[in-house]
């Protein structure tokens, strides 16, 4: 079956340990984004890239970093410089390099900072 | 900037009521506007979409229709399951540039039997 798939689904991080959150898809689609999901605020755009080797800043992407090596692969680094990183992270792509609004989910990571 | 305003949660129901969750937005231009549901413990999925005023769109019993003469998307469903308790979330996308998706901060539906 096609889908996105995220690993790890839970993460616990000592305060100034940078971790990688994995995300690979099979669905051949070219756009892949990153977004934070806090209590009562929505979901947050943090990276996405719409094309192999290249990607944009989203709206909150202060703290991380992402690679687009592989068209199925955008793995999401949270550095130590990242101030609030408890929460839940979802992974998402799009067919089309242009976004139709279409987005394709995983079932996301929660990263816990002890 | 655009955005997406929802009625605040969390609604809890009947089995068999009707739902109705509203939504509002501020954009520029012509957006597209999307409804996604969120299952405990998972990633959303797109639930409907619409593309222009006036359009509905409807998936599994749900229904929402682009009113932009009051820049709204309510979703509404006639009878709700306690299968449909979840997170809704309204979203948009814009016009024109590169085309983001923004979300609403979303509504959470409790079903009781």
């Known amino acids: 079956d096609g889908g996105i798939t995220q690993s790890p689904k839970y993460l616990f991080r000592k305060e100034g340990q940078n971790v990688t959150l994995s995300c690979e898809q099979n669905?051949?689609?070219?756009?892949m984004y990153w977004y934070r999901q806090d209590p009562g605020q929505g979901l947050r755009l943090i990276y996405y890239?719409?094309?192999?080797?290249?990607?944009q800043k989203g709206d909150i992407a202060e703290g991380y970093s992402v690679s687009r090596e592989k068209k199925e692969s955008f793995p999401l680094t949270v550095t130590s410089a990242q101030k609030n990183p408890t929460a839940f992270y979802l992974c998402?792509?799009?067919?089309?390099?242009?976004?139709?609004?279409?987005?394709?989910f995983g079932e996301g990571s929660r990263l816990t900072v002890l | 900037g655009d955005s997406v305003t929802q009625m605040e949660g969390p609604v809890t129901l009947s089995e068999e009521a009707f739902l109705t969750i509203n939504c509002t937005y501020t954009?520029?231009?012509?957006?597209?506007l999307f409804w996604y549901v969120q299952y405990p413990g998972e990633g959303l999925q797109l639930l409907l979409k619409?593309?222009?005023?006036?359009d509905k769109g409807s998936n599994k019993g749900f229904e929402a229709t682009y009113r932009k003469e009051t820049t709204s998307f309510h979703l509404e469903k006639g009878s709700v399951q306690v299968s449909d308790s979840a997170v809704y979330f309204c979203?948009?996308?814009?016009?024109?540039?590169?085309?983001?998706?923004?979300f609403g901060t979303g509504t959470k539906l409790q079903v009781i039997p």
């Open positions: 998402a792509s799009n067919e089309d390099r242009a976004n139709t609004g279409e987005l394709f």
């Open positions: 669905l051949n689609h070219d756009a």
């Open positions: 890239s719409q094309i192999v080797n290249d990607f």
């Open positions: 954009a520029t231009g012509y957006p597209s």
């Open positions: 619409a593309t222009k005023a006036d």
């Open positions: 979203a948009l996308l814009q016009s024109g540039g590169y085309q983001k998706v923004t």
